[in-house]
């Protein structure tokens, strides 16, 4: 699949903000004031930036607001109400943080449950495609939800649960990435079933139907650069979970060193959402003999 | 609605015969000349005339070569547009409702004033069946001509969608795939039509019909005129030139 840049930004930032505001909202950790202000405004800054930008890569971005329609049956439908749900919700409870007041807690806990709803849309956006195999299981949206919730507890300063996310997160990306390695294969997707012609012999593209590119080819059969994708992972891996762990523990605890070690966790989840998309091959590829 | 309606009685579809399909794209251009003028806005083409041309098709047809064991190898021409499929994954992860599936002849369309271009029913369809238009930013996608079938403006033999009337060698079929006495159905039944990538489980409505059987390949007709015997003047000279 191509990787959009919008795309990539729009799930790593509204993933990692929805992170942070799940972890605020809990009340995991107690913050007032100032402190209250940076952390909250930070999270509704990237939940909502990371919004914006998924309205960049729609054909026609003035009619957004339509997607709200279908929730019974689209995930990306759900996907809009549980982000727009969790940012309304919250906005009490941000205010009251910052003010220095207090809400019962049932106010942050209901805003959590929509944060984890939201991650919860974005990956089985993806996790629905049967036309994608990498994609379509379990470990998708248990990937957003890992990616989100480590770079919320980061940033809210929650050293040991954010060394032991990273850890979590370290070890269900490298067994999604070696499971999803042997998806498409194991599904039995290939140019025999797309044409049915493989009762005849083996089957091989041979005319092309167009010579020049077109939509299909553009969206969903990415070869260049996957080349790299050993050298990546290790960097997504390094950046996203390890480095971020032991910087987590090892410096003394400020909103400086959050944001430093969140800095490189994003680089790690930048690489690593390149790669979800990058190497997930769609079954369209099959009639155009790549994929 | 992107929910699914209830298994439709009527079963509007197209039978394509890969055994006289030649490969000669008529299908294509009269799809794109129809659907550019008719339902919802043109087909768009990008830098047409230039070095690297891009445009929108709802029908496209491949070439694919089929090897078997010691055998030449045989050329099938493939065309690909919408299956309208009764299970169709499209529709159902549309987020504005653009997309549905009708329930009165199964015909899956795109209602172009809502879709929003999010592309996301073109990445939950198996079959490439859909494209988003660079031009007006929405999804552009086989309409089973509904807006020739049931056209009472054009004469009766006008009102099967554009692909089939226009195909030089009858490789397209339509008719509703629900009724067996139909002739599609019989069509298929005849000719054990089958579905592409069943194991997706989007339940087609249109089939593929097989290549029949071709026998062996007949002696090379042209063999005997390699072996022309000079006689006469020219046989003399021929046997004269030989044994210089
Ligand atoms: S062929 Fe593709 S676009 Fe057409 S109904 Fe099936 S899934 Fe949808
Ligand atoms: S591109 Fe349009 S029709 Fe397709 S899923 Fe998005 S809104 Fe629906
Ligand atoms: S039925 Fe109409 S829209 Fe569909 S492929 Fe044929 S000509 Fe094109």
Same mark, same amino acid.
């Given at each position: 699949m191509h990787p959009a840049p919008s795309v990539i930004l729009f799930t790593t930032l509204s993933g990692a903000g929805f992170g942070l505001l799940f972890v605020l909202a809990t009340g995991a950790v107690a913050v007032f004031g100032l402190e209250a202000f940076l952390l909250w405004g930070l999270g509704y800054l990237l939940a909502t930036a990371g919004l914006l930008a998924s309205t960049f890569h729609l054909g026609r971005p003035e009619r957004a607001m339509r997607a709200f329609s279908q929730w019974r049956t689209s995930w990306l439908s759900r996907e809009a109400w549980a982000a727009a749900g969790a940012l309304l919700m919250l906005a009490p409870v941000a205010l009251a943080a910052v003010s220095g007041g207090g809400l019962p807690p049932a106010f942050g806990l209901t805003g959590a449950l929509a944060c984890l709803l939201a991650l919860l849309s974005t990956g089985m956006i993806y996790a629905q495609l049967r036309t994608v195999p990498r994609w379509n299981h379990w470990t998708t949206p248990a990937l957003f939800f890992a990616w989100a919730l480590a770079g919320g507890t980061i940033l809210a300063g929650l050293p040991y649960a954010a060394a032991l996310l990273c850890a979590a997160l370290a070890v269900l990306q490298l067994f999604a990435w070696r499971s999803g390695d042997r998806r498409f294969a194991a599904r039995g997707h290939t140019l025999a079933t797309a044409t049915g012609l493989g009762s005849r012999g083996v089957v091989r593209s041979f005319a =092309? =139907?167009?010579t020049g590119h077109n939509y299909l080819m553009r969206e969903m059969i990415h070869v260049v650069g996957r080349r790299h994708a050993a050298k990546l992972r290790t960097l997504a891996l390094l950046l996203g979970a390890v480095i971020p762990a032991i910087l987590v523990v090892a410096l003394p605890s400020s909103l400086p060193a959050h944001v430093l070690a969140f800095a490189v966790h994003l680089a790690g989840a930048f690489a690593a959402r390149w790669l979800f998309f990058a190497e997930a091959e769609h079954v369209v590829g099959l009639f155009y003999g790549a994929r | 609605m992107t929910a699914l309606p209830p298994p439709p009685a009527k079963k509007l579809g197209l039978v394509i015969d890969l055994d006289t399909c030649v490969g000669c794209h008529a299908c294509v251009t009269a799809c794109k000349g129809w659907n550019d003028q008719g339902y919802g806005v043109p087909l768009s083409d990008q830098n047409a005339y230039g070095s690297e041309p891009s445009g929108t098709f709802l029908n496209r047809v491949h070439g694919y070569e089929v090897v078997s064991g010691g055998g030449p190898a045989e050329i099938v021409n493939f065309p690909r547009s919408c299956l309208h499929c009764d299970n169709a994954p499209c529709v159902t992860v549309c987020p504005t409702g653009a997309s549905y599936k009708r329930a009165e002849d199964g015909i899956v369309l795109v209602n172009e004033d809502a %879709?929003?271009? %999010?592309?996301l029913c073109a990445w939950a369809c198996p079959y490439g069946a859909r494209e988003l238009? *660079?031009? *007006?930013g929405v999804m552009k996608k086989c309409t089973l001509c509904v807006d020739r079938i049931y056209n009472d403006t054009l004469p009766e033999e006008d009102r099967v969608p554009a692909c089939v009337r226009t195909c030089p060698t009858g490789a397209r079929h339509f008719g509703d795939l629900a009724d067996p006495e139909s002739a599609v159905s019989r069509l298929v039944a005849e000719r054990d039509g089958y579905d592409l990538m069943p194991e997706l489980g989007t339940a087609p409505v249109n089939k593929y019909l097989q290549p029949r059987p071709k026998g062996a390949a007949e002696a090379r007709p042209l063999a005997p005129l390699l072996d022309v015997r000079a006689t006469g003047l020219a046989g003399w000279l021929d046997r004269l030139l030989e044994r210089l």
């Open positions: =092309p =139907p167009h | %879709c929003i271009g %999010c592309g238009d *660079a031009q *007006a």
